[in-house]
Each structure stands twice: as structure tokens, then as C-alpha cells.
Nanobody, 125 residues
Framework: QVHLVESGGGLVQAGGSLRLSCAAS????????MGWFRQAPGKEREFVAA????????YYADSVKGRFTISRDNAKNTVYLQMNSLKPEDTAVYYC??????????????????WGQGTQVTVSS
């Protein structure tokens, strides 16, 4: 069982930056593929970024590529999402998720076993 808690969301102006953190419980964090997803009002949840066990492999949605960076610190059981050059369309609830079964990064929601409660990111124009 993994418990995930996101933090770092907030209100920021367009062009600004935020850094989200996701703290995980459990002794096998380093064996999980980790991902970030987001859900805007009235829209379906969508993939944002994912990172492999070691952090050596990452994958991004086209909409955030070049602006967002996912990273992890296995010693701290934490995964991060650095978000730069934020746009109003990035406004959403951001969720951290853990995939306990895969060995490669995954983009599909059903692959992820555990989810955090989400943190709100609002980008004003």
C-alpha cells in the first residue's frame, strides 16, 4: 500500500513557476514508476509527465514539453514537478500517481494503482 500526498499548488500569474511535490509512504517507492496527471474543470483527467524507477527515463505530454520537468528523490520518497512558463490553460487539479507493476514509464491512467488527493494549480492571465 502506498499513500501519496501532493503539495506546492497555488495561484500564480501567467509566465510564473511552481514546484509540486508528492511525498510517498512505503519502503518500495524506488520500485514505482511515478506520474503526474491533471484535471481541469469539465474535462477528463490527462497525463502530464512520468518518470522511471531510477529517474533515468522521463516522458511528457506535448502540451508541457519544454516547460515542465519531473524528477524524483528516492532517498526522500518524493517526486517533483517543476512547472515553468505557466499558462492559464495549465489551470487544473494536479494528481500524483504510482504504478507498482510497470518497469517503463506509462501514460495511461489505468496503469496507476495509487493516487494522491490532488493539489490545485491556478494560473491567472
Amino acid at each position: 500500500q502506498v499513500h501519496l500526498v501532493e503539495s506546492g499548488g497555488g495561484l500564480v500569474q501567467a509566465g510564473g513557476s511552481l514546484r509540486l511535490s508528492c511525498a510517498a509512504s512505503g519502503r518500495t517507492f524506488s520500485r514505482y514508476v511515478m506520474g503526474w496527471f491533471r484535471q481541469a474543470p469539465g474535462k477528463e483527467r490527462e497525463f502530464v509527465a512520468a518518470i522511471s524507477w531510477s529517474g533515468g527515463s522521463t516522458y511528457y505530454a506535448d502540451s508541457v514539453k519544454g516547460r515542465f520537468t519531473i524528477s524524483r528523490d528516492n532517498a526522500k520518497n518524493t517526486v517533483y514537478l517543476q512547472m515553468n512558463s505557466l499558462k492559464p490553460e495549465d489551470t487544473a487539479v494536479y494528481y500524483c500517481a504510482a504504478d507498482s507493476r510497470s518497469i517503463t514509464v506509462q501514460t495511461m491512467i489505468p496503469r496507476y494503482d495509487y493516487w494522491g488527493q490532488g493539489t490545485q494549480v491556478t494560473v491567472s492571465s
